[in-house]
């Protein structure tokens, strides 16, 4: 597996790590040391994007694409007959260290198969970290993957080095994993997310106590979840994702949508990934972490998917036209944040800019509020901002008239619309 | 009409800003030292300002007491979009600062500061994107360099940031457009004006190598199932490609 050329085994493991979506390299602050290479940003950075138009901010690579398990969604799965390759911890030190240098890169994302063990496999991930830290001094970013059913205090070990610890979900509930993924128990994931947990909240206490106690995962713990592989609903994706982030302190849930790799009958077979599917699903992600929204109010038992023609924040309000018009000179910036097309830089230039001036229609464009969207759940000054006053129907018809287009989206305006299109490059 | 003369540098304008304030000139022009194109633009008489530290100091002082820290970094941003009139529209902004007080950064809809905050956010935008887009060639005995071709003059606002971070190496970012250079000497950088190249920097044994790697990984990376070259040019402009490594052709 070693014997194939560097540039190649380059390839062929970047291929593999590619469709793990979680790119960001946010979260860390940390500032350089005199002589050392590396310091890591709050906001995270990206250095360049893809021919897919997304981020690259690490250098994501598996340590090795052979594994012993057989997962039915995985490009890696045992009974994949693909070139397998690997690389020697020393190898991956010095790309990290050469293309960080040259300000490729923020760092590192290593990830990997299971070899041998998950042990085994997870101590592989720690010495390449730690010769990163220890020998090189990196100050740098690094995300490692937690290897499924891995020992407690390999986990403990693995934040000690790493920005960010991960592990994937992958399916949203325990019937889909039990299927597809039959060698990874539930419980192999989330017990090591729990312990996570467990670990930032001693580190945080024991750094209130002392600066000087060690760090663990400063940036904390992510994890992927795959779209449309399996029939779960939206309903049931952001209820799972509201309790990770609330219950065990997720600092990302990332959504990947399922791109068919594999001819398994127990897959389905899509014509194309369902990206705008995976569009609302970080629209509604971005509603429960920024804007206040609970997963109950997005979805129910009686509307259990996510509405496709609208963001999901247009949608709910459609649905509760009776909380508005709201006036802008006055509501509180809660009630902005839930007016379609206001998002967070909006309403705190608005809750700013009120203080100084009265605001009319003239003022929120100034202010770069747009009010495509916006202006008919507003009023400015008692005046209201959408023209003639709308009852439901209408106003969706309305507010779709600019969306009807030929029936394939055009991406770009689709990425365009989201409320932050950093969702997918990896700001926080 | 009195036009003053700065050096071209932020501090150079504080210094002239301060003097027709002592002087108490309210009606004041300014012109870059060197900016050919502004000369026979105005009709007054010429001063000269002479840069002193000291006297910046004391403005950036009074302003940030009376308006705020934010304020002045936003003029700071603002001021080196080097756009045509910035120097009158900061004018009028750090004189309002000074009349006005906090309420500087309330008056967001209403000018100057509407335009000030603007611009300030393209220049801290494109600085931003710096971070992520400066590429560093290993050029012989270890020493890194790289050529940029920002629209606004970004320099100050990274230098520091790669201080942080690439402290390990020596190395210049230099700045094509403007010919000037932020370079660091393994202690501190420092800004070095008309830089001139005479010939391509000769490059590291290994510098091709890593270079290939990387555009190799560059390339791999993408998932074709998600194709999207729109989606990137947005976030990588075709202007920036010249100087990406990845984007560049072997
Ligand atoms: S354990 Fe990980 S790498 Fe192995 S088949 Fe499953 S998902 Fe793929």
């Known amino acids: 597996m070693i014997t194939l050329p560097l540039e190649q085994r380059l390839e062929i493991l970047a291929d593999s790590a590619k469709y793990d979506v979680s790119c960001s390299s946010s979260g860390s602050s940390r500032a350089g040391k005199a002589g050392a290479l590396g310091n890591t940003t709050s906001s995270g950075i990206c250095h360049t994007w893809t021919a897919d138009g997304r981020c690259i901010s690490l250098l994501k690579i598996l340590l090795t694409n052979a594994c012993i398990f057989d997962c039915a969604y995985c490009l890696n799965r045992r009974s994949n007959d693909i070139t397998r390759a690997a690389m020697t911890p020393d190898e991956v030190v010095d790309l990290t260290m050469n293309f960080y240098r040259r300000n490729y890169i923020e760092g590192l994302f290593l990830s990997t198969g299971v070899i041998r063990t998950a042990d085994y496999t997870m101590e592989q991930l720690i010495a390449v970290a730690q010769r990163l830290r220890e020998v090189e001094r990196f100050n740098g970013y690094i995300h490692l993957k937690l290897v499924p059913g891995a020992d407690p205090l390999l986990i403990a070990q693995a934040g000690r080095y790493a920005d960010r610890v991960s592990i994937n979900i992958e399916l949203p509930s325990r019937q889909s994993l039990a299927l597809l993924a039959p060698d990874k128990p539930r419980e192999s994931v989330i017990n090591p997310m729990r312990q996570v947990s467990d670990l930032l909240a001693e580190a945080r206490e024991a750094r209130t106590q002392s600066r000087r106690a060690p760090r663990f995962a400063p940036a904390g713990q992510s994890t992927q979840l795959i779209v449309g592989a399996t029939p779960e609903s939206d309903r049931d994706i952001i209820t799972l994702t509201e309790g990770l982030y609330h219950k065990l302190e997720l600092k990302r849930v990332y959504y990947s949508a399922y791109i068919p790799g594999s001819v398994d009958s127990r897959l389905p077979a899509l014509p194309t990934p369902p990206l705008l599917r995976e569009h609302r699903l970080y629209q509604a992600d971005w509603l429960l972490r920024f804007y206040g929204f609970a997963a109950s109010e997005l979805l129910d038992a009686a509307h259990p998917n996510l509405d496709m023609r609208f963001d999901p924040k247009s949608d709910w309000a459609l649905r509760h036209l009776e909380l508005f018009p709201v006036e802008v000179n006055r509501v509180d910036y809660e009630v902005l944040l839930r007016v379609p097309g206001i998002g967070v830089r909006s309403a705190q230039r608005i809750v700013q800019a009120r203080r100084g001036t009265r605001l009319g229609e003239a003022e929120l464009k100034k202010l770069g509020v747009v009010l495509k969207r916006a202006k008919y759940f507003l009023t400015a000054g008692g005046r209201y901002l959408g023209g003639i006053r709308l009852d439901g129907p209408r106003l969706m018809e309305r507010m779709l008239a600019p969306a009807r287009r030929p029936a394939h989206l055009d991406q770009l305006e689709l990425f365009a619309t989201m409320p932050d299109a950093s969702a997918l490059t990896g700001e926080l | ?250």
């Open chain 2, 1 to 250: 009409m009195t036009v003053y003369r700065f050096d071209g540098s932020f501090e150079g304008f504080l210094c002239a800003v301060d003097y027709c304030l002592d002087i108490g000139d309210t009606q004041p022009e300014f012109i870059r030292d060197g900016d050919v194109q502004a000369v026979g633009l105005f009709a007054g008489e010429v001063r000269e300002v002479a840069t002193l530290r000291e006297c910046a100091l004391t403005l950036r002082k009074r302003f940030v007491e009376a308006a705020s820290q934010e304020a002045f970094a936003t003029a700071r941003y603002a001021f080196h979009s080097h756009k045509t009139g910035i120097e009158l529209l900061l004018w009028r902004y750090l004189t309002l600062g000074l009349q006005v007080g906090r309420r500087l950064c309330l008056m967001l809809a209403e000018e100057p500061v509407h335009s000030v905050n603007r611009i300030a956010r393209q220049v801290s935008h494109e600085a931003h994107k710096y971070k992520g887009f400066v590429r560093f060639r290993e050029v012989e005995a270890g020493f890194l360099y790289a050529q940029i071709e920002p629209e606004a003059d970004i320099l100050p606002f990274i230098a520091p940031h790669f201080v942080g971070r690439v402290g390990d190496r020596p190395w210049m970012i230099h700045d094509l457009r403007r010919n000037q250079a932020a370079l660091y000497d393994l202690t501190s950088w420092r800004l070095i004006r008309d830089v001139e190249l005479s010939a391509e920097p000769a490059l590291s044994a290994t510098e091709h190598d890593y270079a290939a790697l990387w555009q190799r990984y560059f390339q791999r990376h993408a998932i074709a199932e998600r194709h999207n070259p729109k989606l990137q040019q947005q976030h990588v402009p075709l202007r920036y490609r010249k100087h990406l490594t990845e984007f560049i052709i072997p």
